[in-house]
């Protein structure tokens, strides 16, 4: 099984529609990411979580939430998806000290239509 | 707040041939580290190589080198022996401190040519 599993691979979805992103990891660290891809601007940090009881906004909150399950899981959802939240999302987890990376999920591909 | 610059957005190498991927950076902490990711079309990111802002020597990692110049502040990624695996997009990022967020460039895409 990988490391940072995320669900659902792919989604399309209705303009309006609530929907949610998964993420769970195996790897035993306590902070987990949510990022958002688009093309030409790179990744960029919508949430973020160091702890079971610690969430933070990240430079692109706005439409999102996020709900710290447990330390293995982090979920986000989109409240009332619109067209432009249409992108590829990844969860990523990492441990305290520098120099290890992060580790990503495989990515979820959200359309909204 | 951070910055990344990757200022090619696109590459093109001869297989066999060396590579290097330009990354600029901007930070008011003294300690930092930078990354780099390499994105196959497949999507996954994947960890190639980081480098401490402390640390003396530029980080190695197999045929993937950073280039570090602390005092121009760049972090350049060398692909030695380029192959055509390597062909992906490469994004360099950067976390300050103790801080884990990662800030992210805008990604080079490397095309390997047979």
């Known amino acids: 099984d990988a490391d940072v599993t995320q669900t659902p691979r792919n989604r399309i979805t209705k303009t309006g529609k609530r929907i949610m992103l998964e993420c769970s990891q195996t790897k035993g660290h306590d902070r987990m990411y949510w990022y958002r891809q688009d093309p030409g601007l790179g990744l960029r940090l919508i949430y973020y979580s160091f702890d079971v009881k610690d969430i933070n906004k990240g430079e692109i909150s706005d439409g999102y939430s996020v709900s710290r399950q447990a330390q293995a899981k982090f979920s986000l959802s989109l409240e009332s998806a619109i067209p432009n939240q249409t992108a590829l999302y990844f969860c990523?987890?990492?441990?305290?000290?520098?120099?290890?990376?992060?580790?990503f999920g495989s990515g979820t591909r959200l359309t909204v239509v | 707040a951070q910055k990344i610059t990757q200022t090619q957005p696109g590459m093109f190498v001869q297989e066999k041939e060396a590579v290097t991927l330009d990354c600029t950076y901007d930070?008011?902490?003294?300690?930092?580290?930078l990354f780099w990711y390499k994105q196959p079309s497949s999507g996954e990111m994947i960890f190639l190589i980081y480098?401490?802002?402390?640390?003396?020597q530029n980080a190695t990692e197999g045929r993937y080198s950073l280039n570090f110049q602390k005092a121009r502040k760049s972090a350049n990624l060398v692909i030695s022996a380029s192959q055509l695996g390597d062909s992906a997009m490469y994004f360099c990022?950067?976390?300050?401190?103790?801080?884990?967020?990662?800030?992210f460039g805008s990604g080079t895409q490397l095309t390997v040519l047979p």
């Open positions: 990022a950067m976390a300050p401190g103790s801080a884990r967020q990662l800030t």
């Open positions: 990523a987890t990492s441990d305290y000290g520098q120099g290890s990376g992060y580790t």
């Open positions: 480098q401490g802002s402390y640390d003396q």
């Open positions: 930070t008011s902490d003294p300690s930092y580290g």
